[in-house]
Structure formats: structure tokens, C-alpha cells
């Protein structure tokens, strides 16, 4: 019986400390400038997600991450006056969880499907 407790508790536990991607994207800001599928001061994270999976192939979470970590400006055109600021706090492991999420979110991205290529030639620096 004790055993069972003590597993339950570590359990339990575990869960309540552990962040989610969602909870670590709040708790940094990144809703401030990001969205999920829309534009607002910087690109959403589903062109995030579609750019750096075709453009990065089996890259694309170590460049987002990078990204992440150091801050990055100019990568997008349509964003050129804005800057990515660096979240060098965020461990290795939170970077991995916001990279999964923000490359899962590649379903989301508008125009790619329409043939046109994310953002159909707009905000990826002229790459086609």
C-alpha cells in the first residue's frame, strides 16, 4: 500500500511540474507578437512550421530552436522590422517542446495548399 502511494504521489507529482508547449509559448510571450495560423507583429507558427520543414528538411526543429534560443531578424521579409529577441533561459528540453508544437502546427499554414507555397512568395526571404 505504501509503495502504491509513493508511486501515485511521484506521479502526480511529475505531472503537476511538467510544462507543455502551450504553457511555456504563455509564459515566455510569445502570443504577443505570434499567433497560431494568423499574422500579427511576427509570422504565426504554422508558416513557422511549413517554411522550416521545406526549407530545413531534417534541420527544421535545430533551426527553430536556434531561433528560439539566440533570436533571429530578416528571415522573413514580411516581418523585416520586426525581431525575434533571444530566450537563452529556456533549457534545452523546453526549446525541444516549443519546436515539436511550433512544427506540428505546419497543417495550419494558409496558401500551401492553394499551390502558392507559404505565403505564395510573400515573407520567406524570396525562397521559392
Aim: glycine share 12%.
Amino acid at each position: 500500500m505504501y509503495r502504491k502511494i509513493l508511486w501515485v504521489s511521484a506521479l502526480v507529482g511529475s505531472c503537476l511540474f511538467a510544462n507543455s508547449a502551450e504553457e511555456l509559448i504563455e509564459q515566455n510571450g510569445c502570443l504577443a507578437c505570434h499567433a497560431v495560423a494568423s499574422k500579427k507583429t511576427a509570422p504565426a507558427f504554422a508558416g513557422i512550421g511549413m517554411r522550416n520543414k521545406r526549407f530545413e528538411g531534417a534541420s527544421a526543429k535545430e533551426t527553430i530552436m536556434n531561433s528560439i534560443k539566440n533570436g533571429s531578424k530578416g528571415k522573413y521579409r514580411m516581418f523585416s522590422s520586426s525581431e525575434m529577441p533571444a530566450f537563452a533561459n529556456l533549457s534545452d528540453s523546453d526549446l525541444s517542446l516549443i519546436a515539436d508544437y511550433i512544427l506540428s502546427q505546419s497543417s495550419k499554414a494558409r496558401g500551401f495548399h492553394r499551390g502558392g507555397g507559404m505565403g505564395q512568395g510573400r515573407g520567406m526571404g524570396g525562397m521559392r
